[in-house]
C-alpha cells in the first residue's frame, strides 16, 4: 500500500504557474504507475497527467503544451508543473498511484490509491 500528501496548491491569477508535488511513503515509489487527477466543483473528476514506472509521461488535451509531470524516484516525489493557468483549470487536485497491470498502467483516472488533494484556484 502506498500513502500520498500533496502540496503546492494555492491561489494564482491568469497566467501564473504553481507547481504541485506528491510525497508518497509505503512501498517502492518506483514501481507504481503514478498521475494526477482534478475535480471542479459540479464536475467530473478528469485525469489530468500520468507517468509510467519508464517515466513515459502522458497530459489530457486541455493541459498539453501547459502542463508537466514528471518524478524523482530518489525523492519518491511526483511533481506537476503547471504554466499559463487559467480559470477553468481550478480544482482540487489529486495525486494518485495505482500497480501496473501486465506490464502497461490503467488510466489515471481509475488509480486505486488518492492523496488528500490541494487546491487550486486561478481567478481572472
Known amino acids: 500500500q502506498v500513502q500520498l500528501v500533496e502540496s503546492g496548491g494555492g491561489s494564482v491569477q491568469s497566467g501564473g504557474s504553481l507547481r504541485l508535488s506528491c510525497v508518497a511513503s509505503?512501498?517502492?515509489?518506483?514501481?507504481?504507475?503514478l498521475g494526477w487527477l482534478r475535480q471542479a466543483p459540479g464536475k467530473e473528476r478528469e485525469g489530468v497527467a500520468g507517468?509510467?514506472?519508464?517515466?513515459?509521461?502522458q497530459v489530457t488535451d486541455s493541459v498539453k503544451g501547459r502542463f508537466t509531470i514528471s518524478k524523482d524516484d530518489a525523492k519518491n516525489t511526483l511533481y506537476l508543473q503547471m504554466n499559463n493557468l487559467n480559470p477553468e483549470d481550478t480544482a482540487m487536485y489529486y495525486c494518485?498511484?495505482?500497480?501496473?497491470?501486465?506490464?502497461?498502467?490503467?488510466?489515471?483516472?481509475?488509480?486505486?490509491?488518492w492523496g488528500q488533494g490541494t487546491q487550486v484556484t486561478v481567478s481572472t
Open positions: 507517468i509510467d514506472i519508464n517515466g513515459m509521461t
Open positions: 509505503g512501498h517502492a515509489f518506483g514501481v507504481y504507475c
Open positions: 494518485a498511484a495505482d500497480p501496473p497491470y501486465g506490464g502497461s498502467c490503467p488510466p489515471v483516472g481509475d488509480f486505486g490509491y
